[in-house]
């Protein structure tokens, strides 16, 4: 989970005095208080926590109060800052609000009046957040891509949405397949960093002896076969988000290289004397766990931590399966074109026999399977017999019962449960014994479902009209 704090304020100023009085003040009032001296210590705190509002003064070393807060502005589109200074003139100012500055106070600071434009800018910190996420739900934009309305996948998207509005180091654990670069570009996508570059890297495809070369650059003859200098993945993403997926193969030298640069933002290439600074994002994904990597020994400790200021879990397929109706529609649409035009869709038994699949190669096995299905397929649907055997041999309901299975995009688990339940009663007329060997099932479960689906005592309805009950 990410660092947050939701009375956590970011309180920079160079001058020691005010930011003791001022830390004072927010403290009494019951805020949480990261006092800075300088904007290079804002941005890097920025990409760990999750402050609630930046209290931020103009006249800063290095780095200026308004450069500061522009860059905060692109990379954290509504995170209240409010400016503090000791310039009052129009001028200033208007500068500062037309970078995105919430508000503005002048120094000698009043405690009240700070105190009440604090609230207020948190509060509305909070309402724009909440804004823009129900914008999403309402007019449907989601997260291009990204399929699913399970409630497992909805969790999702409120941890998207939470990072829309932050710049942290993201970890993102799930299993092959799941789809972490499309959530990785999600989290870019829809960031402050948008305008910059996604640079995906795929640690374990890489071989150990290039990776610090890949990731970092090399100059020209610093090793055998270096004819060029070549700029690294972490120079490309400047301004924008670095990818490193299966971050757990990585190799325990490049682990301490990639600690000092999380920490610094700055490298050298291979071979090369020159400090290379670059301001990206990190996201990066393993199907490992590794808490347990750390606990054996393979992964540092001190790079774990700061690679899951924010962990995201991506649900396995056979954890969501009510949105395989979705996703099933999606890939043929999106297919339909390069596999003849011919299917338009897929036939209840089939989607039924999709269901029960235990998917342990989860998005991508059912893509795959849907891709294969339409090559094969010599109607405008799929059917059980364009699907691969493997998965009609793991069926726990024949494929010959005659199901009413709701095949659109809104079709759910339950819906296909009761509908398999309800097809195997019909067909064996109501016998308990013979539904349970149809549906391979026993008696504890298909009680329980019969509770669940409202069906005790409605057998004979089922048996007698030959339809399911509403």
Known sequence: MPSSNADLILLVDDDENVRVLVERWLQKDGYDVLPLEDGESCLRALSEEEPAAVCLDLNLPG????ETLEQIRERHPVLPVIVL???DTAETAVRAMKLGAHDYLTK???STKLLTTLRNSVEHGRLSMKVSQLEREVDGRGYPGIVGSSPAMKTVFRQLD???VSDVTVLIHGESGTGKELIAKAIHQFSGRQRGPFVAVNSAAIPESLLESELFGHEKGSFTGAVNRRIGKFEEANRGTIFLDEIGELAPAVQAKLLRVLQEHRFQRVGGAMLIESDFRLVSATH????EEVKAGRFREDLFFRLAVFELDLPPLRRRKEDIPALVHTFIRQNRESSGGRVAGISP?????????????NIRELQNVVQRAMVVADGEEITPKDLPQRLLDGVAASPNVELEVAAD??????DVSRR???AALQKHDGNASATMRELKIGRTRFYRMLRKFDLEGRIDEIRHTGKPPA
């Open 288 to 291: 490992r766990n590794l808490a």
């Open 420 to 422: 398999l339940l309800v």
């Open 85 to 87: 200074t000791a310039d």
């Open 409 to 414: 995009a809104g079709g759910t688990l339950e």
């Open 349 to 361: 038994q089939a989607l039924g026999i999709l269901l029960q699949h235990g998917w342990p190669g």
């Open 108 to 110: 000698p600071l009043n």
């Open 63 to 66: 780095l200026s109060g308004l």
């Open 162 to 164: 939470r990072l829309s």
